[in-house]
């Protein structure tokens, strides 16, 4: 009985011990993606606000240039450098309404990618559509044969039209990580904008393009 006793004693305490484990690592790897999103809203410059759905532990910032020119939003970790997500908003000077057709989008990033090719690991490049309820576009993923140190060594890099916008993003990671560059996209596909009313007025007195990033579920409120 005694032999029997302990026994249960110690399978109490190396289940106890599992459980703690496995409660740890499912916690550390909630953190590393980001944990729940949240929606922060990001001031464009003559083109309203830019809305995300960021996960909750991600640190933002965001570079603003002077002469109100395109702003960029930098996300990393709440620690350390394990990766960083750049995202700049950029609009047409013209107010050229097909500059972010995904047609033009799709070109365009196969044009950078295929610049970017030779000093990656890759030998193909593939391009990867995105899409959202108010945005469209490409992106690809690459990895630095020699990053320098310091260098991040894994890349996805794309663009989205969205309303009056073209959002062009750069996801650098250390490591192969998908589950940070997997919650980038997510927060990427679900982003909004929200127009000033003199915009507005000029929008809703046109006809947008179905093929554009311009629909109309880029006024969300």
């Known amino acids: 009985m005694k032999i029997a006793s302990h026994i249960s004693a110690r399978l109490k305490i190396i289940i106890l011990i599992t459980y703690i484990h496995i409660s740890v690592c499912l916690v550390a ?10 929606e922060r809203q990001y001031p464009i410059p003559g083109h ?3 809305k995300l759905d960021v996960p909750e532990s991600w640190v933002d910032r965001i570079d603003q240039p002077p002469n109100d020119l395109p702003p960029t939003i930098i996300f990393s970790p709440p620690s350390g450098e394990s990766f ?23 070109s365009g990033m196969e ?12 030998t193909e490049l ?24 310091g260098e991040y060594k894994y890349m996805t890099q794309g663009e989205l039209g969205l309303g009056d916008l073209i959002l ?20 990427l596909q679900g982003a909004g904008q929200k ?12 006809h947008p393009d179905e093929e554009s990033g ?3 579920g880029a006024n969300g409120s």
């Open 168 to 187: 062009t993003f750069t996801i650098l990671t250390r490591e192969k990580n998908p589950e940070v560059t997997l919650e980038a996209k997510k927060m």
């Open 48 to 50: 309203g606000v830019l």
């Open 84 to 106: 960083k997500i750049l995202i700049t908003a950029m609009w047409s000077p013209t107010d050229d309404e097909d500059f972010n057709k995904p047609s033009k989008i799709k």
């Open 111 to 122: 044009r950078r990618g295929l610049t970017l090719l030779p000093k990656a690991e890759e």
């Open 214 to 216: 311009r629909n109309r």
């Open 126 to 149: 593939k391009l990867q559509e995105l899409k959202g309820p108010s945005c469209r576009g490409y992106c690809f993923s690459l990895t630095d044969k020699a990053p320098k140190p």
């Open 195 to 206: 127009l000033p009313p003199q915009n507005n007025e000029k929008k809703d007195a046109g």
């Open 29 to 38: 790897s909630y953190v590393q993606a980001g944990g729940q999103g949240s």
